[in-house]
Structure formats: C-alpha cells, structure tokens
C-alpha cells in the first residue's frame, strides 16, 4: 500500500485544475493522479468525431491561470493540446500515473484506500476529477433488426478512425454534438441525412468576435436568465433572428434553455442544410433494414455509414464502488452538498458543471473551496468531514435528458448548489464560512 496525502482521479480539466491549486496553496503536498487513460485530457482526449469542437466561448472555457490564446471556440485537437501544454507548464503531468483504472474506495480508520487493478494506496482525501459521463456506455438506442443492417454503425463517443469519404452517411440526433459534426461529415461524404426526432435550438457564434473572459460571462448570464424569465419574447427573438432556418416544421417544441443550445460556428451548420446533398428528417425511427433505417412514417433512409449522435449517459464518479466502513454507498440514498460532496461520505470531494456556463470555470470555483476546506481542517486538527444529510427530495439538480436517463444514480438532494449561476457560486464558495452548518467535522 502507497501512501499519498491526496488522490486524484481523473486527468481531464478538472484533474488540472485540482492539481495546479493544490500545488498553489499546499506546496508539500505530496498528490497523484490516477488515469486510466493513456493520455491526458479526458473528453478532449476521448472525443475525436469530425467537427468536435467547444461551445463554450474559449474565454471562459479556458483555464484563468493559463488563458487561451485561440479562437474564441476551440477545435477538439487544439483543446487538448492546450491542456497538455498547461499540465506541462505546470509541473502536473509527472504527478499523473496512466493506465490506471480505480475500481474502488473504501473508507475506514479516517483514511481512503483506494483500489485500481495493479496497486492499492492509502490517502486521507481523495478528489474525483472523473467528469459526468460513462466512459464505457454511451447512450445508444437500440432498433430492431441491426442484424440485418449491411452499412456500418458507429457512436461519436467511440468514433476511431472511421471513414466517410464518399459515403452515404445518416446521422440521427440533433444536439450539439450532430450540429458541431455535420458540416465536417458534409464536406466528404457523398450524401448526408439528418434523422432528428424534433428539432433543436441552434445559434449562431462568430468565429471571428473577440472578447473577454469578463464580458462573455455576463453576456451568457443575462442571456440565459433573459431566456428563462421572458420565455414568449426570448423565442420570437431567437426566431426572427434565424428566419430562413427555422421555419413552420422546423421549430422546437421546448423553451429556449429547456436544453443546452447547439451552435452552428460561422454559420456553418445552417449552410451545410441547404445543400442539396443534405436532407433533414423529423421523424422517430421503426427499426433497422438491410439498407440503413426505416423511420416510423415508412421512408428508408439509405446509407453506408450511420452515426449514432445520441449523446451519453451520466455517471457520477466515474462509476468506482465506494464503501464508508465497509458499507456501500448508493449515490441515490445521499444528499449533494455545493456539487462538490456527498452526505455521509468523509473526506471525497468531486467536481460537477453548470448547465449554462463554462465546465472550467466551476472547476476553478470548486478546486480553491476544496483548498480552503482542508485549511480550515488543517488550522483546527481535523481528520475528516462530511455533509450533512437533509431527507428526500424529488426534483433532480439538473432536468437534461442525459440526467434523466440516469436519474435513480444521482443524488435525489441538493443544497447549497445552483448549477446555473456562476456569479452567484463564485460568491458563495469564495465569503461562505466553510464550516457552513451543513458538515461534520471530527
Ligand atoms: C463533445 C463535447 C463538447 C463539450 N463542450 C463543452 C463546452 O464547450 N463547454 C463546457 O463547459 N463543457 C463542454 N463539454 C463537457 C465536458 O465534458 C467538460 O467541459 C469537461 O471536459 C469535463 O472535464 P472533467 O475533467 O471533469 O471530466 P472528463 O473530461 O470526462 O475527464 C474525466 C477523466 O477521468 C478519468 N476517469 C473516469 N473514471 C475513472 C476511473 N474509475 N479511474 C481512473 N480514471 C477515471 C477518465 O478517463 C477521464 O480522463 C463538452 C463535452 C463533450 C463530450
């Protein structure tokens, strides 16, 4: 057994992220991160679909430490390389042990130990950088007969190095990830169909605009509250702005911000629809044919190459069995405190986003109140703290359908969070007292 003063698990943004404050404000500290990747970069190092690019603008999306210097939205390559340039810069890749899967956590005697397929370590924290999807199981909705389908299948979350040049291709689904990847499956392919069940919110981002960190973040606040508050005049705003695109068959059926908007970068995905080589379906799908998909109005949509944009599934750290004294926790049964900790789970602090707002940005606000908790426990002899639990309560923290989908592996609480209001949080977690009332200290 390895003993460590803190794990980490999980070299995405967030793992960075940890790393460089814990560097900062605990220069002795002695950390590792543990990956069971062969690189860093998490979603950057994992999604390599054509086309795969941020939607955050990069002002905000970038780290405040290291601040991006591109465009204002990133290509997937360019992304992860600036986050291995940034764990260079840093010191934090030689903390960073690849090919490390964590199986499992079990607390006892006020220390974690921490479980993966080679080694076993002994820490008194731990922090789960493992980001918010299912690595292994993207969401992939099955259809009868894709036996009989002669043309390949792939999903974006394990697109490898598929080939499209020439082909007739059928994307089916309609979030960002479909809006980002069609022009670039449009410039090679020989025919591209869109299968969208009911159509999406889509803006528009100017590749060109510059801007600042600042800026960008009230820009997006007071657009989304906008949103949310003047629902019939935000959409016929949205609308009149969008005229030729969203037209009477083409408009959505939910509230701007009901879901994460897609953006279209120069226009392109509203020009890629206007080819003629593209055609877009609203419809549901029946099941597979030999020759591609037969949607639930009868048409076959032929193609050599369907992709699968159908999103993910959520998961919680990283999907890694916890036990607390040899008892295992169930996500479900526990309350959510700050997005950051668990009811009844000592000691393990984890990093979740915002619906409407920058992932790094929360990662920031998130890594410094973890170093102020372990100061306040570090000046006062602590061992360990836990958030309180506070009783059932039904409505999730986040309505997204990826959420939904895995609602009963969430917890069914939470306080002391909003997760869409980055001003409001980086108040809160920078004044708050850490001992708040809502943990246990011993
Ligand atoms: C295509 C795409 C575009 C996106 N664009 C944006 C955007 O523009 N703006 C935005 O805010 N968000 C965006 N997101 C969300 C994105 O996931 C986050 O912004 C961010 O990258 C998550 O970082 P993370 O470090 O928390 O998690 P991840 O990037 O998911 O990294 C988690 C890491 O933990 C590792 N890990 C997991 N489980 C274990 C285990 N058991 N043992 C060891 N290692 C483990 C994984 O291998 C991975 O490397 C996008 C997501 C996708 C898929």
């Excluded at 990069?58 to 390389?81: E, L, R, V």
């Excluded at 607390?324 to 602090?349: A, Q």
């Amino acid at each position: 057994m390895k003993n460590i003063d803190i794990i980490i698990i999980g070299a995405g943004i967030a793992g960075i992220t940890t790393a460089y404050y814990l560097q900062k404000n605990f220069p002795k500290l002695k950390y590792k991160i543990l990956e069971s990747r062969k690189d860093l970069g998490g979603t950057w190092d994992q999604m390599t679909f054509p086309g795969v690019r941020s939607d955050t603008d990069m002002y905000s999306y970038g780290f405040t430490f290291n601040p991006w210097k591109g465009p204002i939205i990133g290509q997937g390559a360019d992304i992860k390389k600036y986050l291995v340039d940034t764990a260079e810069l840093f010191g934090i890749k030689k903390h960073i042990q690849f090919n490390t899967k964590v199986n499992s956590l079990s607390w006892s005697e006020n220390r974690w130990k921490t479980i993966t397929e080679l080694d076993q370590f002994s820490s008194q924290h731990v922090i789960c950088c493992t980001g918010s999807r299912d690595y292994k199981s993207p969401n992939f909705p099955k259809y009868d007969g894709e036996h009989k389908y002669q043309g390949k299948i792939v999903h974006t979350q394990d697109w490898g190095t598929q080939d499209f040049k020439d082909k007739h291709v059928a994307i089916v689904g309609s979030g960002c990830t479909a809006v980002t990847m069609t022009p670039a499956i449009v410039e090679k392919a020989k025919s591209v169909t869109l299968i969208q069940r009911s159509p999406a919110w889509i803006v528009n981002v100017d590749g060109q605009e510059k801007s600042t960190r600042l800026f960008k973040t009230f820009q997006t606040l007071i657009d989304y509250y906008h949103s949310r508050l003047f629902k019939k005049s935000y959409k016929k705003k949205i609308l009149s702005t969008y005229r030729s695109y969203y037209k009477d068959d083409n408009i959505p059926s939910y509230n701007f911000w009901d879901q994460r908007p897609a953006c279209s970068l120069n226009f392109d995905y509203f020009n890629s629809v206007e080819l003629d080589k593209v055609s877009v379906e609203h419809q549901g799908i029946s099941n597979w044919e030999k020759t591609g998909l037969k949607l639930n109005n009868g048409k076959i949509i032929h193609s050599d190459l369907t992709i699968m944009a159908t999103g993910l599934n959520a998961q919680l750290l990283g999907g890694i069995d916890i036990f607390v004294d040899e008892k295992k926790i169930n996500l479900n049964d526990t309350s959510w405190y700050r997005g950051m900790m668990f009811s009844g789970i000592p000691n393990l602090f984890a990093h979740t986003g915002y619906i409407n707002f920058s992932w790094t940005a929360r990662c920031e606000i998130v890594s410094q109140r973890i170093c102020r908790t372990l100061q306040y426990m570090n000046k006062n002899n602590l061992i360990s703290c836990t958030p309180k639990y506070l009783g059932k309560k039904s409505k999730p923290a986040i309505e997204a359908n990826y959420v939904l989908r895995s609602i009963n592996k969430f917890p069914n609480r939470t306080y002391k969070f909003n997760n869409a209001n980055y001003i409001y949080e980086y108040i809160s977690f920078k004044w708050a007292r850490i001992n708040d009332g809502a943990l246990n200290f011993k």
